[in-house]
């Protein structure tokens, strides 16, 4: 079975501090990995997902991952955060076939 | 575009009441999900349907019935409301990604 391990389940950060929230995830085989966003009052949409090659990913609104299959991680950065990046984080992963994985979520507040 | 709509955006209930949350994708997407959301959980999924015509249990799919009932619509029916699941529940529909509906948000008393 696969899972997914978010580290941090609150992270403050004031205005243009650098994020990076930590995604590690379990299953032996080939994953896809994702990261989605839900802002305050809203539905989760996609930052950014990874299936293969380059294990730097780009995604909106400036954000990026890695993927470092070595130690099964998928962190999500972004060198300058801004309040309108307060949100909740969720990283996902599947395999093959199989439904989503959800972890459960890193909260992120950014301060003025 | 619509996407995906999911109604009602609101619920209150009583134990034991029963109700169904209407969801509808006008993406041509086959797969449907739905996930209920609870803090410090994250998302759990709780039915899919891969296709028309067919439905599978996710995680938590104790006290719910799904119905697929075309390519464009799949409900989710609670029986026997109970405190335990009041949650926030998101419909979605995969497409190269997961879209999601705006989310219900469900209080059992």
């Known amino acids: 079975a696969q899972s997914v391990s978010q580290h941090n389940h609150h992270v403050i950060l004031s205005e243009a501090a650098s994020l990076e929230l930590g995604c590690n995830y379990s299953y032996g085989g080939t994953v896809n990995l994702f990261w989605y966003v839900q802002y305050p009052g809203q539905h989760l949409q996609l930052l950014l997902k990874?299936?293969?090659?380059?294990?730097l990913v780009k995604g909106i609104k400036g954000f990026e991952a890695e993927f470092i299959k070595s130690k099964f991680s998928f962190n999500l950065r972004k060198p300058s955060v801004q309040w309108s990046d307060t949100a909740e984080y969720f990283c996902a992963i599947n395999s093959g076939y199989s439904t989503l994985t959800f972890g459960k979520g890193t909260m992120l507040l950014v301060s003025p | 575009n619509a996407g995906v709509t999911q109604t009602p955006k609101f619920q209150v209930l009583k134990t034991g009441q029963s109700m169904t949350l209407q969801c509808a994708q006008d993406m041509n997407h086959n797969s449907m999900y739905w996930y209920r959301q609870d803090p410090g959980m994250g998302l759990r999924l709780i039915y899919y349907s891969a296709s028309e015509g067919t439905t599978d249990k996710g995680e938590v799919p104790n006290g719910y019935n799904v119905s697929r009932l075309n390519k464009r619509e799949f409900s989710l029916r609670l029986e026997s409301a109970a405190p335990s699941q009041t949650s926030v529940y998101f419909c979605a529909s995969e497409g190269g990604k997961l879209f999601f509906g705006s989310g219900t948000q469900l209080s059992v008393l």
């Open positions: 990874y299936f293969s090659g380059d294990p």
